[in-house]
């Protein structure tokens, strides 16, 4: 699964996988909150003269809008949508948000949100199998909006495994759009961005399926949609109507009957909004536990989804304690407090980010899907001869990507994965290149250098070891930019990886953050990043050692082939770090290691 943000208009309407529409503040927001509420039937129109007609066609709706309306209307506020009647049905048509929605009809899913479902949101977009497009509404209005281009960039992030949305409110807090939207906006402002910053407040994800009039229909993600709203058109109003009230029309059509049904229909609107206020106040006061949410992988990798169902720890269930908030920075006393510091449900969110379980496989991403039409998609796989990389490779291939290995020999104290690495290569038949680097400062490190030991701890004090000695200076680095570099004279697609993050020895250049930087570097600094796009995929980079060893015997990798051991040698220490995180993959896994045979 790529996860991209839409830069163009045109990219939004042409996109066909999953959509995302973000409007932080207004459109996103007001939708969640209406469907939070209750209501069965919610309408978003990108055009504002089909919303008129609709709402005077259908006088029970209430319209929500910031635009000047020739009929009755609430503003285009997420808080006067969160105390609105739950039966009533309801319209939204917005300058942007409302606009990028039905821009996007052409996508096969198209779901909104924001801050305020942001984490039943990731947990939406990581159950699918298509690219993603996060579409912030500023594309449709003004690029002062920057909490929309904040959110997505957020969202991505974290789906990929870096950051939290509360770095990105601290970052909103800061901007002078804030500030401008609390002296500037509508009178419910302060109230507006309580909720619309509240993490995962709403914790609703609204799908918006297109009717065949071109406006939205909003439904809770997974249910079906009304029908009665895909297949009514809009009603045609003549331009004399467009210039009356709403209130009038609905008078010239009332007779004394429905006269009357209204005036009871008022007062019993009345009496229930009065009960959902006090049954509110009431939950106020004792406040329910929320309940847990967990995020299940990804369908589009057979062999990968299997293992991960299969390995899965019950540990992984539970969500672990609840983290403190971070210091927010503090507001002048002039100034209302910030967004993320008011009623935000810290001891909630923090909770459902913990027990959210990502997929394994983790592709940072400067395209599409696609690969610009190519018949066979082309890697550059980094290749060591290890148990990891060796897996990447065998996944490669039943990928369909035609593979080009590169082994980097770089003065390790063995030559023994190097043969290793060869010796694979040759079996399956692939292009192998091996580059040799000579760097004499490398002998910091005792991977290089034989006169150091090697570190020997118990298993279980691994993580708690930070950085080992045998952390090689900057070696995934230098490594993919050599893969960049032949990736961009071999017009490959793709540069794939083994990094782990979950069973790995503390080195900095495994992490997802890294990973990220790297991407990103490589698509701005090559000719195929900056005119095609390019991918760095780290398909083991969620596994344990367990679940890596599963997908291996599942790819019929041969392990008497590969070597992980520091020391080199015949047979494996059995002592290095390396050899003891192999071990306990292959015991937890229930497989026997051949390589020791």
Known sequence: MNVLIAKTVDECEQWTDVA?????????????????????????????????????????????????????????????????????????????????????????????????NFYALAEALTSQNKDVLLIPSALYGTSDDVEDGLCVQALKDFIQGIGTPEDAIVEFNNTMRYGEFMKQGPKSAEKDAKIAFKVNGLPVVPQITCAKEGYGVCHAYGTPAPAQWLDEPPAEASAQEADEPAEEAVQEAETPRSATKRIKNFFSDILHAAKEEKAELEKSVQPAAAPEKTVSAPQSDDLLDEVLKQSQPAASQTPRAAEPAPEQPAAPADKPAPAAQADAPREKASGLRQSVTLPGEVTFSGKASGFGGKAKKKAIVLFSGGLDSTTCLYWAIAHGYECEALTVSYGQRHDREVLAAQMIARNLGIKHHLITLNLPWLSCCSLVDKNQTLPDVALEDIPKEGIPSTYVPGRNLMFLAIAGSLLDASGADAIIAGPNAVDFSGYPDCTPAFFKAAADALNRGTKMGVTEGIEVLAPLMRLSKTQIVQLAA?????????????????????HCDSCKLRAKGFAEAGIHDTSLD
């Not at 319209?63 to 285009?76: C, I, R, T």
């Open 554 to 574: 599942k790819l019929k990798v041969p392990f008497e082939l590969t070597w992980s051991c520091y020391a080199g040698g015949q047979k494996p220490c059995g």
């Open 20 to 116: 995302v529409v973000v409007d932080v503040l207004r459109a996103a927001t007001t939708v969640c909150a209406l469907l939070e509420r209750g209501k069965k039937d919610v309408l978003v129109f990108g055009d504002a003269e089909q919303a008129v007609a609709f709402a005077k066609a259908h006088p029970d709706f209430e319209v929500y809008s910031e635009l000047d309306l020739p009929v009755a209307h609430e503003d285009n506020s997420p808080y006067v949508a969160s105390r609105s009647n739950a039966r009533k049905p309801a319209l939204v048509v917005t300058t942007a948000g409302t606009k990028a929605v039905t821009c996007a009809r052409q996508a096969s899913l198209v779901l909104a949100g924001g801050f305020c």
